[in-house]
């Protein structure tokens, strides 16, 4: 089992430009979590899955959009990126929640 | 509104000495709650649990938790920490219903001096 995977690790974008983070899991985890980590802040909830084709809003959905078509991805879409939205992006998955599997995250810089 | 606390930002231990992480929270109802660990460039490894039962919780890595219910507190213990253990540390309480979202506490960054 590879757990949760995300794609890419670093990636800078220019302020205006848009792009979309990539979550896989293979442990048919119905629950999937999108969240971001600044410095001192811990982790907030963006949006999260509670299966495919269902997604709702969580703590800071703002600027940010997600599908979830199968089971296994659950990506996330930044559409005109802002310096806000520096940060750390973590997804999770769920089998019996509340305990969730992180992936590695990925490092995003706007500029 | 639910909320976690980690009253230290940052913590120094020497190698081989004992180690404790505070958590306190904030819930109405007996939470879940968990400790996870971050690496340095990594992402969340989870530590140790608590849903129900014994107050005490073993984990990997050498590490125990105890729930006290009076104290709304959820610290994180170590008898002897090893430089590997050296990360930041996040108490996190789940929150029954609705999603069942984990709430987290900013994090405790541990160094450890040889």
């Known amino acids: 089992n590879a757990g949760v995977t995300q794609t890419p690790k670093f990636r800078i974008l220019k302020i205006g430009q848009s792009m979309t983070l990539q979550c896989t899991q293979d442990m048919n985890h119905n629950y999937m979590y999108w969240y971001r980590q600044d410095p001192g802040m811990g982790l907030k909830l963006i949006y999260y899955s509670v299966g495919a084709g269902i997604t709702d809003k969580g703590e800071v959905p703002n600027g940010y959009n997600v599908s979830r078509s199968t089971t296994e991805d659950f990506p996330l879409r930044l559409e005109l990126a802002a310096p806000s939205q520096t940060s750390v992006y973590f997804c999770?998955?769920?089998?019996?929640?509340?305990?969730?599997?992180f992936g590695p995250g990925t490092r995003l810089t706007v500029t | 509104a639910q909320s976690v606390t980690q009253p230290d930002i940052h913590i120094t231990v020497s190698e081989g000495a004992s180690l404790e992480l505070r958590c306190n929270y904030s819930y109405g109802a007996t939470p879940y709650l968990f400790w996870y660990v971050q690496s340095p460039g990594q992402g969340l490894q989870l530590l140790l649990k608590y849903f129900s039962g014994d107050t005490l919780v073993q984990g990997i890595k050498g590490f125990e938790a105890e729930f006290k219910r009076s104290q709304s507190s959820f610290n994180l213990r170590k008898p002897s920490v090893h430089w590997s253990d050296a990360a930041e540390y996040f108490c996190a309480v789940g929150l029954s219903g609705g999603y069942n979202k984990l709430i987290f506490g900013a994090g405790t960054r541990l160094a450890v001096h040889p």
């Open positions: 999770a998955s769920s089998r019996t929640p509340p305990e969730q599997y």
